[in-house]
């Protein structure tokens, strides 16, 4: 999956819409969306710019290393090995994602470290966790 593919996605499933309700708001096609989703290569740019408006957003060039979307699918409530721009290394798991509400978009993570991840299952409270800024981080991999 790729950047415009999760975050399509994830703002979808934000909204509580589905594909084809996703589809008719856009003018484009289900399968489109489908695909869209899937990360399909073909897709024609004009139809996701579309898509994205819809969401606020446009299409525009962008450095990020990390894609926050792929985070949030892929690493969320799973042991995790995050290795910050600073060379420390953390090993936890993430448990939630933090959103700039006027930017629209995963800007930190709300983390538990190993060490307090016990503490934590029995008794959740925010004093055992951290944030990690988006931003800050360089590497992340699977326990």
Request: charged share 25%; aromatic share 10%; glycine share 4%.
């Amino acid at each position: 999956m790729n950047n415009i593919s999760s975050f399509i996605r994830f703002q979808r499933k934000k909204l509580g819409i589905t594909q084809e309700e996703l589809a008719t708001k856009a003018g484009v096609g289900v399968r489109f969306i489908r695909e869209l989703e899937q990360g399909k290569s073909s897709l024609q740019l004009d139809k996701v710019e579309q898509v994205l408006h819809l969401f606020g957003f446009q299409l525009t060039p962008n450095k990020q290393r990390l894609d926050p979307y792929d985070i949030f699918w892929n690493y969320i409530n799973k042991g995790v090995k995050i290795t910050l721009f600073n060379k420390v290394i953390k090993y936890g798991i993430i448990i939630e994602e933090i959103i700039d509400k006027k930017e629209n978009k995963i800007i930190a993570w709300k983390f538990v470290p190993n060490n307090n991840a016990i503490l934590y299952q029995r008794k959740p409270d925010d004093k055992l966790t951290e944030i990690i800024t988006h931003s800050d981080i360089f590497l992340i991999e699977n326990q």
